[in-house]
T-cell receptor
């Protein structure tokens, strides 16, 4: 299977703490993306990092990419209860139009 | 602005009945279109994708089929549903390769 893996599967933190999620993938990529899914809803795009980038920031989000290890991490700083959701990484399976999603990390931020 | 519509939001169907889920995109032309299925608490499994009218790529052998009769319309179908077809079905589109994908709100299908 080409599907990636997120780690941890579930994470529970207190409001104000930082949350770190990791993603590993299997194939060469052009870019890696992170998405958020609130329970029972569609996915919302958060950030895209290209294969020639090592780090990218967007507001309270920080994404890193290590193509040699085929891994990425998503850091959410100063978490809020509203950040409670599932987070997925997706890779583009270089040379195709496909988006391959990981298994997701369920984040719960306690107020 | 571009929007994606997916319906119905929920559906309960008996085993052996047919299925038709529809997805339409507004505000763009020639989108890449995708159908994903998500089992409860799990990741997304790519079922079909299409880069143009009548062009369908199937990722996983399924009891399902997809069609793209118009540029911005993507339909997921089954002639006879199985219990294992239950899940959360998501339609998505992207404008170009290697760019972000936009998702519909999903259809929760329960086969009973």
């Amino acid at each position: 299977s080409q599907q990636g893996e997120e780690d941890p599967q579930a994470l529970s933190i207190q409001e104000g703490e930082n949350a770190t999620m990791n993603c590993s993938y299997k194939t060469s990529i052009n870019n890696l993306q992170w998405y958020r899914q609130n329970s029972g809803r569609g996915l919302v795009h958060l950030i895209l990092i290209r294969s020639n980038e090592r780090e990218k920031h967007s507001g309270r989000l920080r994404v890193t990419l290590d193509t040699s290890k085929k891994s990425s991490s998503l850091l959410i700083t100063a978490s809020r209860a509203a950040d409670t959701a599932s987070y997925f990484c997706a890779t583009d399976a270089s040379g195709t139009y496909k988006y391959i999603f990981g298994t997701g990390t369920r984040l719960k931020v306690l107020a | 602005s571009q929007t994606i519509h997916q319906w119905p939001a929920t559906l309960v169907q008996p085993v052996g009945s047919p299925l038709s889920l529809e997805c339409t995109v507004e505000g763009t032309s020639n989108p890449n279109l995708y159908w994903y299925r998500q089992a409860a608490g799990r990741g997304l499994q790519l079922l079909f994708y299409s880069v143009g009218i009548g062009q369908i790529s199937s990722e996983v052998p399924q009891n399902l089929s997809a069609s793209r009769p118009q540029d911005r319309q993507f339909i997921l179908s089954s002639k006879k549903l199985l219990l294992s077809d239950s899940g959360f079905y998501l339609c998505a589109w992207s404008h170009l390769r290697n760019t972000e994908a936009f998702f519909g709100q999903g259809t929760r299908l329960t086969v009973v």
